[in-house]
């Protein structure tokens, strides 16, 4: 009799201090976060990685022959993503960014490098940053470089 109840003390000592020496779990309970964690036992804000918002980037002309070459072809680089060809304009300016005949972008929040090329896709005619807000369309026109020096996009 005494040997199945020590053989029960002991297992009871033994489950006790198993659960006793267990590590309390610290992780991101933010859903939005790119490491949600939603099993741990504590939350850490300070963890979380939340993505930056997207936003919709429209790059447009009206300008049907843009150079004055006859080509009516430029190409955009952002973010040295690689050249994308743009040879179509718009008649009217666009009133969203559903109708992507122009530079069409989903980018991270924040500033981005831009680079605009002529129609041979080597010449570059100007470079700089563009800002881009989340959640929503940004809209810029490209206007061609005069004797007055206009920017190109504004």
Do not use: E, K
């Given at each position: 009799m005494r040997k199945p109840l020590l053989i029960?003390?002991?297992a009871f000592?033994?489950?006790?201090?198993?659960m006793a020496c267990r590590k309390k779990t610290t992780g991101c309970h933010d859903s939005a976060a790119t490491n949600y964690e939603p099993n741990t036992d504590e939350s850490c804000s300070s963890c979380c990685i939340i993505p930056k918002p997207k936003g919709a980037l429209l790059?447009?002309?009206?300008?049907?022959d843009m150079f004055g070459w006859g080509f009516g072809s430029f190409y955009?680089?952002?973010d040295n993503g690689g050249l994308k060809l743009l040879n179509r304009y718009y008649v009217t300016p666009p009133v969203n960014c559903v109708n992507q005949i122009g530079g069409y972008y989903y980018l991270d929040e924040g500033d981005h490098?831009?680079?605009i090329y002529?129609?041979?896709g080597t010449t570059l005619l100007q470079q700089g940053t563009l800002t881009v807000k989340g959640n929503q369309c940004n809209m810029m026109q490209l206007h061609p470089m005069g004797a007055?020096?206009?920017a190109?996009?504004?």
């Open positions: 029960l003390i002991m000592l033994m489950l006790s201090a198993f790059i447009w002309t009206n300008m049907d955009l680089n952002i490098f831009c680079q002529g129609y041979d007055r020096g206009v190109w996009l504004r």
